[in-house]
């Protein structure tokens, strides 16, 4: 499984992201689990809201962080997070 | 008693509401106390607005609404509510009688997350019989309800020895049923389960063959639905990590107001399990002897307490411990180091004489007359 580069990439409606203040941390809640996010995970999963493609979630990011060459762990987690439903195409 | 050192005890993360010992059904494999029937009272809406304030501030988050049936309670939406308004992940665990359309898109703008419907067999027969009451097509019809209102379905089947040779059958009707999730429960032998072990423990072939059966179904919708199995623990040499150790993770309050570390744990004797009318949740947590008893490794035995798959497991499941050799601070007689083991293997031929004699005797069902004279 693996994402599709034009289509755009939204969080799960079957999940939920929530911060975690006990925890100080993002958590993802599905039914009878919750999978605690380290912060740059949680950074990119903020960014799937819908409306942007991978191309364009890694450019936000690098620009937010002033950093560059994120596409391959940005890639490498969405696929993940494809696989484990916690994010949807189309 | 260990663990009374209140830096190392974690806070609850999964918090299970047993709102009520009310059922229409009576399954006999209900995980209630045999004694329900003698727990009348039940918290009112404030104690569990409370509850539900107080836990969650200590951090936890994932949250059961269950029973009885959960659903005879008025409040549920109420409850449903003051618990999304406050950050929960919120579950109705339900048999899905009573459950109509209006109520499940109610429950939704109220905010709960996910309905997890029971369903007993893959025939109507079966599972009439088995909840003591016509349900079936009824119960179906709300799987349909659910997934058509967006929420994430899922379904459980507790597995026996009356409903294991329908395996295929079961994940059948779980496909055509969409769920996005589907529990496995192979049956725990505590409360109503442990009174009717011997009608209800399949053997170990039938366990093995149904097992296949599910592992191959689970490669085939990887991706689709997700599958809980729940181990049966009698067929394996080393016991479940019960509860994720005991305080460490789960809280359950039952009806009536009293909190257990989990949901069998007022079978155990000299617990004295506090009530959540007389004390708050983080006092109940940190400071209570029940919820200090078994924390940590200082109350083990021989061989737990010099083995080094104690931090694994933590010696079992107490209230397994307690109904098979009458000794809550032993090993679980489920691991094959127990001296207790034997009993393991009895209760196996016990039940195997039993589904070959001429005349079974019949499943005792959950219902408050049969609680009354069980106790």
Known sequence: ?90 | MAGSNKTKITPPRWLLAELTYACPLQCPYCANPIDYAKYQSELSTEDWKRVLTQARKMGAVQLGFSGGEPLTRKDLPELVKHARDLGYYSNLITSGYGLTEEKIVQLKEAGLDHIQVSIQASTQELNDHLAGTESFQHKKEVAHLVKKRGYPMVLCVVIHRENIHQMPQILEMAEELGADYLELANTQYYGWAHANRDLLLPTKEQFEQAEQIAQAFKEKVAGKMKIYYVVPDFYEDRPKACMNGWGTTFLTIAPDGVALPCHSARELPGLDCPNVKDYSIEQIWYESKTFNFFRGFDWMKEPCSSCDEKEKDFGGCRCQAYLLSGDMYAADPVCSKSPNHPIIQDAIDSAKASALADNEKPLIFRNSKNSRLLS
């Open chain 1, 1 to 90: 499984m693996s994402i599709n580069l034009d289509q755009t990439i939204k969080f799960s409606p079957m999940h939920r992201l929530q911060w975690e203040e006990a925890q100080q941390k993002d958590v993802i809640l599905y039914p009878e689990g919750m999978v605690e996010l380290n912060q740059s995970s949680a950074e990119i999963l903020k960014c799937c809201d819908g409306t942007r493609n991978l191309a364009q979630i890694v450019n936000d990011l690098e620009q937010k962080f002033a950093t560059t060459g994120l596409t391959n762990d940005i890639t490498a987690f969405l696929e993940v997070a494809l696989k484990n439903g916690w994010i949807q195409q189309n």
